[in-house]
Nanobody, 116 residues
Framework: QVRLEESGGGLAQAGGSLRLSCAASGTIFSIHLMSWYRQAPGKQRELVAQIDSAGNTNYADSVKGRFAISRDNAKKTMYLQMNSLKPEDTGVYYC??????????WGQGTQVTVSS
């Protein structure tokens, strides 16, 4: 059974930094795309950043230049370095792995709160 577990969320001040991690446990193959999503209170879940198996990245306009996504394939882990945090970055952050064979997996989410 595959499970994704996020860590690294918490409380930060505006202008501060946090680093999120998402690690997969269980047998999982061919992770094509790793993504971070977030959901703010009262809003829909939105894409924050993605990285494919070749290392190509894609970011939401709102986080470009501030966030950096990376992955360690050997550890089946993905990271999100978040710098220059803003109160509008507050939300629950979810990781998602899309595989070529067995479909998509979601983590349970980790809360990020940025105070002004």
């Amino acid at each position: 059974q595959v499970r994704l577990e996020e860590s690294g969320g918490g409380l930060a001040q505006a202008g501060g930094s946090l680093r999120l991690s998402c690690a997969a446990s269980g047998t999982i193959f061919s992770i094509h795309l790793m993504s971070w999503y977030r959901q703010a209170p009262g809003k829909q879940r939105e894409l924050v950043a993605q990285i494919d198996s070749a290392g190509n990245t894609n970011y939401a306009d709102s986080v470009k230049g501030r966030f950096a996504i990376s992955r360690d394939n050997a550890k089946k882990t993905m990271y999100l370095q978040m710098n220059s945090l803003k109160p509008e970055d507050t939300g629950v952050y979810y990781c998602n792995f899309l595989t070529a064979i067995t479909g998509t997996y979601w983590g349970q989410g980790t809360q990020v709160t940025v105070s002004s």
